[in-house]
């Protein structure tokens, strides 16, 4: 970057006909700008100027590398030009993997509120259970929900989503309604992987409960659609069930007690973003506030 900087300055001079001049178009002392040039004709080991108290000449390798030095640092600032373009408007496609039962059931309404405010944009979205490569894979952001794994990637937090207790009322009717943590015991509890426990809280007051079902599931649409089924009782995001407690399918248990929130994060590879993903985690954010 110093030896782009200092052919930049070279060029400048050159135009400029003389130090001084060429001091004043970069606002800096004329000395400052002599031993630059003088020490970059020392790294490259060629003279390239001619100097007389009234004038600068440029010798035959100072032509050479003038023209050469024109055209690197003009493709220089075009690049910078077309980057700066790049990180201030959101352009291009933007690609994104999502977690399938959270993009479907809650992303996709703001996903299409982002698209109508940006049409210039496209989109190729992977909705995948797995935790995609994003050093290794094409994808500028990934939402991931729960705590992130220690990595070298960039993690920024856009929401924590408290979770409750839900359950159907034909099974409320048939299995009974639990009052307390221990009577999840007794009852089908739909979690997303065998053998867990529910940690739940209630102010200050926090107990851990093994639970237990017939289903072993790595679904959280799929719990949430056997909980719609009288089959069991689910501990899940409001934001997740909000159209089943609207139509009456789920209904809410044990209000006193909440579950651990959960955390949703954008994993980048990178802190510097180009707009597209800017303004969709900038987006998000807003929107999970």
Not at 43 to 55: D, F, S
Not at 66 to 74: A, D, L, Q
Not at 79 to 96: D, S
Request: proline share 6%; glycine share 6%.
């Amino acid at each position: 970057m110093e030896l782009l900087n200092d052919m930049a300055l070279f060029v400048e001079v050159v135009k400029a006909k003389g130090f001084r001049s060429a001091a004043d178009v970069l606002d800096m002392p004329s000395s400052t700008l002599s031993r630059r040039i003088s020490a970059l004709e020392k790294a490259i080991g060629l003279r390239l100027l001619h100097r007389t108290t009234r004038k600068i000449e440029l010798t035959e390798a100072g032509r050479i590398y003038f023209e050469r030095c024109k055209r690197i640092v003009g493709d220089a600032r075009l690049a910078h030009e077309q980057l700066g373009t790049m990180l201030a408007e959101p352009v291009g496609v933007l690609r994104a993997s999502f977690p399938v039962d959270f993009a479907v059931t809650y992303l996709a309404p703001l996903i299409a509120e982002f698209a109508g405010r940006y049409p210039g944009l496209s989109f190729d979205f992977d909705l995948t259970p797995r935790r995609v490569d994003l050093v290794s894979e094409p994808f500028d952001v990934a939402i991931r929900a729960g705590e992130p794994e220690v990595s070298q990637l960039i993690a920024r937090q856009l929401a924590s989503f408290r979770t409750y207790l839900y359950a159907s009322p034909g099974y409320i009717k048939r299995a009974g309604e639990p009052r307390a943590p221990a009577d999840l015991n007794h009852h089908e509890c739909l979690g997303i992987q065998r053998g867990g426990a529910w940690t739940l809280h209630r102010g200050e007051d926090t107990t851990t409960i093994p639970v237990g079902s017939r289903f072993t599931l790595n679904s959280v649409g799929m719990a949430r659609r056997l909980a719609a089924l009288d089959m069991g009782i689910v501990l899940m995001a409001e934001a997740i069930v909000a159209d089943d407690l609207a139509t009456g399918q789920l209904r809410r248990l044990m209000p006193e007690w909440q579950g651990t929130p959960v955390p949703v994060y954008a994993m980048t590879e990178t802190r510097l973003l180009p707009a597209k993903t800017q303004r969709f985690i900038e987006f998000l954010r807003e929107r999970f506030e």
